[in-house]
């Protein structure tokens, strides 16, 4: 069974740094691309940063795009997002996924305020 399961998630000011993480089950996980995607209140859920199965090649969002970093580790099934210069719009649930399978993990609040 596919499954997701995200972590770090926290409360910070502006300008802080989080690191997420996302521990990944069920599928041969280096074989995948990996993604991060995030849901703000009130909107649809973003696209935030994608990752190539052997780590090679990256994409951001505009908006994160110098701020957040995305890596993986094929040899423990895992991928991060580390978030730096985080600003207040960058709240949000945030959630990890192989863009190809449809399965969803429950996600990790990351909150953003002074």
């Known amino acids: 069974q596919v499954k997701f399961v995200e972590s770090g998630g926290s409360s910070v000011q502006p300008g802080g740094s989080l690191r997420l993480s996302c521990a990944a089950s069920g599928f041969r996980f280096g074989a995948y691309i990996m993604a991060w995607y995030r849901q703000a209140p009130g909107k649809e859920r973003e696209f935030v940063a994608n990752i190539t199965g052997d780590g090679a090649v990256s994409d951001y969002a505009a908006s994160v795009r110098g701020r957040f970093t995305i890596s993986r580790d094929n040899t423990k099934d895992t991928v991060a997002l580390q978030m730096n210069s985080l600003k207040p719009e960058d709240t949000a649930v945030y959630y990890c996924?192989?863009?190809?399978?449809?399965?969803w993990g429950q996600g990790t609040q990351v909150t953003v305020s002074s």
């Open positions: 996924k192989a863009p190809s399978l449809n399965f």
